[in-house]
T-cell receptor, first 111, second 109 residues
Framework: GAGVSQSPSNKVTEKGKDVELRCDPI?????LYWYRQSLGQGLEFLIY????????KSGLPSDRFSAERTGGSVSTLTIQRTQQEDSAVYLC?????????FGEGSRLTVL | GQNIDQPTEMTATEGAIVQINCTYQ??????LFWYQQHAGEAPTFLSY????GLEEKGRFSSFLSRSKGYSYLLLKELQMKDSASYLC??????????FGTGTRLQVFP
C-alpha cells in the first residue's frame, strides 16, 4: 500500500482479555517500530525490528507484551491479560533509511 | 538511558518566531529528528540533522550541536495551523529512535 496501515483503528476490550494489533508497513521498508502514546504524552518506544536481525525488545513494559514480524513484513503486537493502564494509542512506523513513516494508530481502551 | 528533554508547553503569537529546544544523551547518538503531531493524528516528519549546523526548510529550521547534545526547531511566521505537538527524537547506534515527551505549542491570534 501507499502508507503504513494499522488495524483495528479502535479496540475496546475487557480487562483480562488478550488483544492483537496489526501493522502493515510500507512495502520494502526493512525497519518497523512499535510505540505507545498515552493521552497527551509523548511516544514510548516498545520494540524495533530491522531486517532479519533479532528485534530490540528493550521497551516492552512487561512480559504480557510481545510482537512478531512475519516474513519481514507484517507485524503483530500482542497484549495478554490486558490491564486498564494498557489503554493508549499504539503507533506503528516503518523506515527504509532514516525517516519514519507512521500509521494512524490503534486506539486501545481497556474497561 | 537516552533521556530526551524538551519543554512541555509553549505559547506564541501568530506571525512571531518560536524556538523549541531539545537535549539528548550523546553516547551512541547518530541523528536527530523533529516530528509534528496534530491532536488525534499520527506524527509527520519535519526535519533530520546528523551533522552540526542549521538545516532550513521553508518556515521551519532545525539546528544540531553534537558536542553539546542539543538541538532546536525554529518556526518562523507562525500560523494558527502550527498549533501542534513537536516531537524531538534521537537515533542511536542500533537505529532505535527514542522520542521525547513532545512540546505542545499553542499559537494565538
Amino acid at each position: 500500500g501507499a502508507g503504513v496501515s494499522q488495524s483495528p483503528s479502535n479496540k475496546v476490550t475487557e480487562k483480562g482479555k488478550d488483544v492483537e494489533l496489526r501493522c502493515d508497513p510500507i512495502s520494502g521498508h526493512t525497519a518497523l517500530y512499535w510505540y505507545r502514546q498515552s493521552l497527551g504524552q509523548g511516544l514510548e518506544f516498545l520494540i524495533y525490528f530491522q531486517g532479519n536481525s533479532a528485534p530490540d525488545k528493550s521497551g516492552l513494559p512487561s512480559d504480557r507484551f510481545s510482537a512478531e514480524r512475519t516474513g519481514g513484513s507484517v507485524s503483530t503486537l500482542t497484549i495478554q491479560r490486558t490491564q486498564q493502564e494498557d489503554s493508549a494509542v499504539y503507533l506503528c512506523a516503518s523506515s527504509l533509511a532514516g525517516e519514519l513513516f507512521f500509521g494512524e494508530g490503534s486506539r486501545l481502551t481497556v474497561l | 538511558g537516552q533521556n530526551i528533554d524538551q519543554p512541555t508547553e509553549m505559547t506564541a503569537t501568530e506571525g512571531a518566531i518560536v524556538q523549541i529546544n531539545c537535549t539528548y544523551q550523546t553516547s551512541g547518538f547518530n541523528g536527530l529528528f523533529w516530528y509534528q503531531q496534530h491532536a488525534g493524528e499520527a506524527p509527520t516528519f519535519l526535519s533530520y540533522n546528523v551533522l552540526d549546523g542549521l538545516e532550513e526548510k521553508g518556515r521551519f529550521s532545525s539546528f544540531l550541536s553534537r558536542s553539546k547534545g542539543y538541538s532546536y526547531l525554529l518556526l518562523k511566521e507562525l500560523q494558527m495551523k502550527d498549533s501542534a505537538s513537536y516531537l524531538c527524537a534521537a537515533r542511536y547506534n542500533t537505529d532505535k529512535l527514542i522520542f521525547g515527551t513532545g512540546t505542545r505549542l499553542q499559537v494565538f491570534p
